[in-house]
């Protein structure tokens, strides 16, 4: 990877229109520091440098973020549901999984392999809380799709948090359309 030079990222910042307290807006840096950096007074962190590029990026529309992916209409059971009527909501919608929630948090997921893996002739009775997995992974809206794509390559689903709240879901379906 080839770092951007002082000169590239004060070109770039006037391509896109930006002043640099508009950068240093949207990097969560100082906009002194901009100036110091576009100067060649001083070399940034990496991380800082990774802020300042991303922000740049955002700019020019080439980064999408979990917000951009998700499906804000998450169809979700509570713990205290029936496993049947998770799996009358999963047949419905055309889901292989569901979200656990409860009063906006998330508990878990539960999907079509938890029901099929449990022993019970009466599993379809029993409460969600008992036949889920625990194992979810969250992001925050602003999560970029490099993260998101990153975390589907280990769980079938990602769900996007703020403040503790499920807002939406994210799954490879998702990243697809966005690919194609």
């Known amino acids: 990877m080839e770092l951007p030079t002082s000169e590239d990222l004060r070109e770039r910042r006037t391509e896109l229109g930006l002043t640099q307290s508009e950068l240093a ?5 100082s906009q002194p520091l901009i100036a110091r950096i576009e100067g060649g007074d001083v070399d940034p962190r ?3 440098l990774r802020r300042i590029v991303e922000a740049l990026d955002e700019a020019e529309g080439g980064i999408l973020r979990a917000r951009d992916l998700m499906h804000e209409d998450v169809a979700a059971v509570a713990p205290d549901d029936s496993v049947h009527s998770a799996k009358a909501l999963m047949d419905e919608r055309g889901y292989s999984q569901v979200p656990v929630v409860r009063d906006g948090i998330p508990q ?3 999907g079509n392999r938890d029901i099929r893996q449990r022993p019970e002739d009466d599993v379809g009775e029993l409460p969600v ?13 602003t999560a970029t799709f490099d993260e998101v794509d990153s975390a589907l390559d280990h769980k ?3 769900l996007v948090v703020e403040g503790g709240r499920t807002i939406g879901i994210i799954t490879d379906a998702d990243i697809a359309a966005h690919i194609s």
Do not use: C, K, N, Q
């Open 25 to 29: 807006d949207r990097a969560d840096v």
């Open 46 to 48: 990496l991380s800082t």
């Open 156 to 158: 079938a689903a990602v």
């Open 129 to 141: 809380a008992e036949v889920m997995h625990e194992s979810i992974t969250t992001v925050e809206p």
């Open 108 to 110: 878990g997921l539960i």
